[in-house]
């Protein structure tokens, strides 16, 4: 696997993708696969949508027309999670934009979503312009909202510990 890491900190992961998608890699597609058969999956993705290659050569390519991948994979348990980034059509076609339904980062409903966490893009304070950030999933937003209710409207305290707590920074961070 060239050119490829896996990594074993979501966030870092996280802020890969993010950075990805600032550079203009805003359609996308995602999976999972066993650790042991990652390494076919990174060959097939090679093979298919030259995904590993190097900056220099994704530059050559954007400079000839050409649409470019970004692969990002990362370990959640026995399993690493992949997800593959394409420029957009109007900015170089790819091969990947005629054998894969992506979609794109931007739409409604079709934001990447990682943990929990969708990558949203949000007005900047004060300014015109907008930023990209990592929030919540409206359904995980609700779930946690609910469960401190519930903790609270029964006065048990103690069960706010029991809550799944968020994965802020690579680390568990208590509520």
Not at 77 to 84: A, D, R
């Amino acid at each position: 696997m060239k050119n490829s890491l896996i990594f074993s900190n979501l966030s870092v992961a996280m802020q890969r993708v993010q950075d990805a998608v600032n550079h203009g890699y805003t359609h996308h597609i995602s999976g999972r696969c066993p650790v042991d058969k990652i390494e076919q999956a990174v060959t097939l993705f090679e093979l298919n949508y030259q995904a590993c290659i190097g900056r220099y050569q994704r530059f050559k390519r954007t400079q000839s027309g050409l649409g470019n991948v970004h692969l990002v994979l990362w370990f959640k348990g026995e399993e690493v999670c992949w997800l593959l980034l394409a420029t957009a059509p109007e900015a170089g076609r790819h091969p990947i934009h005629s054998t894969d339904k992506l979609q794109n980062a931007f739409a409604s409903g079709q934001h990447i979503e990682i943990a929990g966490f969708e990558l949203v893009r949000l007005p900047k304070k004060g300014t015109d312009h907008t930023k990209l950030t990592w929030r919540l999933t409206q359904a995980n937003f609700e779930w946690y909202r609910d469960n401190i209710v519930q903790a609270v409207r029964s006065r048990s305290y103690m069960s706010l510990f029991g809550i799944k707590e968020p994965v802020i920074f690579g680390v568990m961070k208590p509520l």
